[in-house]
């Protein structure tokens, strides 16, 4: 049976082509249509609302296989509808790691049987993500991946790094890396300022991040690459980032609620529920990650979804997981701390979680005939309902993710998700 739905009188905000007034918009079958093919269509009145285009979120982690007591695909992708997204890219770090196409189909048969959004597969970049092998990036992007990565880790072998992105320039793949040096980085569990030394904690270096952030641009110069930089966290990456970019190497990056509303202050207040990696930094960090966001030096937002139990993380600093979750408060943040707050107008917060992420993902798109991040008609990506006004508290207890690791319980947010169509 034919889904067709008219979204009437919404204020229609698409920063693909600029457009931000009151229009109809319809869909039919998940696809963009002009309202007046589908005349029978059942009309939902969306006065006062925002209609965007479906969110994009280019980096969760959804723990099936293999940890399904943290998450699993249908509640991380019922957490992903709640928060707005209508597609997420699912990091490889299931156990075991998606790094063969065989594994890669097994994941989309789960998908194609419990997601309640569209999931896009990430392959990893070593055998195991464990650094040492590198995989076919060409047999993963045949299985569908539309981007590779090792994410919660990097090859810590420049060489082997260098051959996995010729291997995926050649591919046509960007490659996805978290940027950390585990020689700087280890035995560190939080960013290595005054907290840390107030709590009598191993701290992790600014440097651990933008050393392996400096090697990469200069592989992606070298090898033609796209590479796309994970969770940035440090203002000295982002300097970086934006002085590449002006020499035209071929970066996009991302920046996270956490990274760009939260300080190490956190830490006191939070514990491990602002135990993250990278860890959360300095205001001065904070303000550059800001600045990069208004200025295009980060492309997107992305929430960097990593659900943990109430166990885990209550096993103290040195033991705990790092990481939160954020799928189902990314956009009542963003919308509070952006653009209420005046730092950002709504069509380039827009733009952060549509345009932004969708190229990161267009050449694969177009190749399986998909056009995301857009309400142009044709446009497969779905919408985004939004509702600016409202004030409410962010509950975990009403999350829809399994776990409910995060620092923002109770905090006072204006503006939400309406819906998914
Ligand atoms: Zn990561």
């Not at 303000?287 to 960097?304: F, P, R, S, Y």
Request: charged share 25%.
């Amino acid at each position: 049976m034919e889904q067709m739905v008219i979204l009437t009188g919404g204020r229609v905000v698409d920063p693909s082509v600029g457009v931000d007034e009151i229009r109809d918009i319809g869909i039919c079958n998940g696809r963009i249509v002009p309202p007046e093919t589908i005349p029978d269509a059942k009309r939902e009145d969306m006065s006062g609302k925002v209609i965007a285009p479906g969110f994009i979120d280019v980096h969760v982690h959804l723990r099936e296989p293999g940890q399904t007591h943290k998450e699993d695909i249908a509640t991380g992708t019922a957490a992903a509808a709640a928060g707005g997204f209508t597609t997420v890219v699912a990091m490889p770090n299931t156990v075991p790691a998606m790094d063969t196409a065989e594994r890669v189909m097994e994941f989309m048969e789960l998908v194609a049987k419990k997601a309640n959004v569209r999931v896009l597969p990430a392959g990893a970049i070593t055998m195991g993500r464990q650094g040492e092998i590198a995989t076919n990036i060409r047999e993963l992007v045949q299985a569908g991946c539309p981007v590779v990565s090792d994410d919660g880790s990097t090859p810590q072998r420049h060489g082997l790094m260098r051959s996995i992105m010729q291997a995926a320039a050649e591919a046509g793949v960007p490659v996805v890396d978290h940027c950390e040096d585990v020689s700087l980085s280890k035995p560190g569990v939080l960013h290595d300022g005054e907290v840390a030394k107030k709590l009598g904690l191993p701290g992790q270096p600014r440097s651990a991040e933008e050393v392996i952030v400096a090697r990469d641009l200069i592989l992606a110069k070298e090898t033609g690459c796209h590479i796309h930089l994970q969770h940035l966290s440090s203002a000295g990456s982002i300097e970086m980032i934006r002085r590449a970019k002006h020499d035209g190497v071929k970066v996009t990056a991302e920046a996270t609620p956490h990274h760009l509303f939260l300080t190490d202050e956190a830490c006191l207040k939070f514990g491990t529920n602002a135990k993250m990696a990278p860890p959360l930094r300095e205001e001065c960090d904070r303000q550059a990650l800001i600045e990069a966001l208004k200025d295009g030096t980060i492309d997107m937002i992305a929430t960097d979804h990593a659900p943990h139990t109430e166990e885990e993380k209550s096993q103290g600093w040195e033991k705990a997981p790092f990481g939160i979750v954020g799928l189902e408060s990314a956009v009542p943040l963003c919308l509070t701390h952006l653009y209420h707050a005046g730092l950002l107008d709504l069509n380039r917060l827009v733009a952060l979680f549509t345009t932004g992420p969708a190229r990161l993902l267009d050449s694969f798109c177009s190749k399986i005939g998909q056009s995301l991040g857009n309400l142009a008609v044709g446009s497969t990506g779905g919408v985004t309902v939004l509702d600016l006004e409202t004030v409410h508290a962010i509950d975990s207890r009403s999350f829809k993710s399994k776990s409910r690791n995060c620092p923002y319980d109770g905090m006072r947010c204006k503006g939400q998700v309406v819906g998914i169509y």
